[in-house]
Nanobody, 115 residues
């Protein structure tokens, strides 16, 4: 069974950091393009960071310079290191894996940035 599981979400103060993890079972993440999306209450889901199978990364302007997406191929995991967090980063964060017609989503992990 193909499954993606996100973890690492938490309540953090503004200016703090979190590292989200996206782990896969049933398939090999290095062969897939991976993206982190987020959805805040009342807003549409938006992409924040991507990493290709070759390691090329892209970031939304709103997180550029603060978020870093990376792969740990040995552990079949992708990370999102989030620094200098702002209240507007509050959202449910989702991991997506895509390759050809295959497309998988995790269940999401809640990130709340508040004092």
């Amino acid at each position: 069974q193909f499954q993606l599981v996100e973890s690492g979400g938490d309540l953090v103060q503004p200016g703090g950091s979190l590292r989200l993890s996206c782990s896969a079972s049933g398939f090999t993440l290095p062969n897939y393009a991976i993206a982190w999306f987020r959805q805040a209450p009342g807003k549409e889901r938006e992409g924040v960071a991507t990493i290709s199978s070759g390691g090329t990364t892209n970031y939304a302007d709103s997180v550029k310079g603060r978020f870093t997406i990376s792969r740990d191929n040995a552990n079949n995991t992708v990370y999102a290191q989030m620094n200098s967090l702002k209240p507007e980063d509050t959202a449910v964060y989702y991991c997506n894996a895509a390759r050809g017609f295959a497309n998988y989503w995790g269940q999401g992990t809640q990130v709340t940035v508040s004092s």
